[in-house]
């Protein structure tokens, strides 16, 4: 088949991303819910916040806002993990991050699947956090056994998908036929299932061991935990989300609220009870849960090391972990501590705090070829004819991964696994290497600042 009669997959992504928010809006009512108040807030935002819009219309991010969502799965296996890779290429998302769990009480190690390039991520930024289970740290050899038993028996993949899958890998593209066809069989894998793949008392074994067990193991797939919207102001949301019915947990994650947001913050609400159809009993089953972030500035080395330092200080003063009884508190002192950290975008550019994105202004353009224009960077910008602006963060965070696994799991979750970051038995498993992502935002960084030297006709280093 001629390449050109392939659909692109930004095209297969976006149509999946808009597939499995409608499955999740039938799944789970409230997430419908929820989006209603980010739109209304994000409306809301937009409208008595000129400076925040144009920032949006200046990055291109105005056009991708609605459709912005990251989902999240737990699988069980290296076959799995490995499968799944597979699946997400096929939408032209790649590994990026590794991220340790172990050290937070969660037995899991986990990457995001996403876009990688600018403009894929400007059609579609739909990302998955995928965690794979670490049974191998479960001290307890016959449960460990029941598990994996468990595990090798299931098939998280319909027939047709893995045909579709290898099919792509083979020819190099699907038809819009095929890619259809892909989307709505793929959507099978982070369907929910009422059904259980075990007894309520294998059940209750592997919840006793740890509830995260229970949710990868005892049924029939991964199913997709929660589907993230993004909001322009999570504090609104905070505020917002009881009115509508829905308790947010205690914190916000991440950092402060700022003029200038980075990184990403998030909220969530409990997870649902839900009814689970045991092989020998009914029961019940809490896994799916909502969530919802802002995202701010992708943080360079150095803006990250600032960031991870202030956010440790601020936990030790807390003294404990953030909770219902100490949230104000923990409010304060992050305010505190994060004071530290310039609110501006200017002074986060001079000391190389964060990526930006550069673009050549009217002014600049109109200008294009003048003896007497600057020629470097900074002068540039001083003269007008360079507008910057942050280049957004598309990752995740551990520490609020982390808190947002222990808010959905319940608090009695706690367990002590030590710190066992395992960068290559994951790589392993996945079949591939994990990408740097502070490398793709300094990539993403220089195409802009190419881009901009090129349309203004000189030259920058
Ligand atoms: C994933 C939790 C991490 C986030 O947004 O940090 C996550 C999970 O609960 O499976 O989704
Ligand atoms: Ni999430």
Redesign the pocket.
């Given at each position: 088949m001629p390449a050109h009669d392939f659909v692109s997959p930004d095209s297969i992504r976006a149509q999946f991303s808009a597939a499995m928010s409608l499955m999740y809006k039938q799944e789970v009512p409230l997430y419908g819910t929820l989006l209603a108040l980010v739109s209304e807030i994000n409306q809301q935002v937009m409208a008595q916040q000129p400076e925040v819009a144009q920032a949006l219309r200046w990055t291109g991010e105005v056009e991708r806002l609605d459709q912005e969502r990251?989902g999240?799965?737990?699988v069980g296996t290296a076959e799995e993990l490995a499968t799944i890779a597979r699946l997400f290429a096929v939408m032209g998302m790649e590994p990026v991050g590794y991220y340790d769990l172990s050290s937070a009480g969660v037995p899991?190690h986990?990457t995001a699947f996403r876009a990688v390039h600018e403009q894929a991520l400007h059609i579609s930024p739909f990302r998955v956090?995928t965690?794979l289970l670490r049974l191998e740290l479960i001290d307890n050899p016959p449960l460990r056994a029941l598990a994996q038993d468990i595990l090798a028996k299931r098939q998280i993949f319909t027939p047709r998908v893995l045909e579709l899958i290898a099919q792509r890998e083979r020819d190099g593209g699907l038809n819009a036929a095929d890619a259809e066809t892909f989307v709505q069989e793929a959507l099978h894998t982070f369907r929910w299932h009422q059904q259980a793949t075990v007894t309520a008392e294998q059940y209750q074994q592997l919840h006793d061991q740890h509830r995260l067990i229970a949710d990868v193991v005892a049924f029939k797939g991964p199913h997709i935990?929660?589907l993230?919207p993004r909001t322009l102001d999570i504090d609104a949301i905070q505020v917002g989300m009881p009115a509508k019915g829905i308790p947010p947990k205690a914190v916000v994650?991440g950092p402060p609220t700022r003029r200038h947001p980075i990184l990403?913050r998030?909220t969530s609400f409990k997870a649902l009870q839900e009814k689970v159809a045991f092989s020998d009993a009914q029961g019940s089953h809490t896994a799916r849960f909502g969530?919802i972030?802002q995202r701010g500035a992708a943080l360079t080395p150095k803006g990250r090391a600032l960031y991870d330092r202030l956010l440790d200080a601020t936990r030790a003063a807390l003294n404990g972990v953030p909770a219902e009884t100490n949230a104000e508190h923990y409010k304060t002192l992050l305010a505190q501590h994060f004071a530290e950290f310039p609110d501006d975008l200017t002074l986060m550019r001079e000391q190389g705090l964060a990526y930006f994105r550069y673009f050549a202004t009217e002014k600049g353009l109109a200008e294009r070829g003048r003896q007497d224009r600057p020629s470097t960077l900074q002068g540039l910008i001083d003269a007008g004819h360079v507008h910057f602006e942050a280049l957004v963060y598309e990752d995740?965070?551990p520490v609020?991964?982390a808190g947002?696994?222990q808010s959905?799991l319940g608090d009695d979750a706690q367990a002590d696994y030590g710190s066992n970051a395992n960068r290559d038995a994951f790589e392993a498993a996945l079949g591939l290497k994990v990408q740097d992502e502070l490398a793709l935002y300094a990539q993403s960084e220089r195409r802009s600042l190419q881009a901009c030297a090129q349309a203004l006709g000189v030259t920058l280093a």
């Open positions: 990251h999240a799965i737990r899991v986990s956090f965690s935990n929660h993230t994650e990403l998030q969530e972030e995740f965070l609020s991964a947002i696994f959905n």
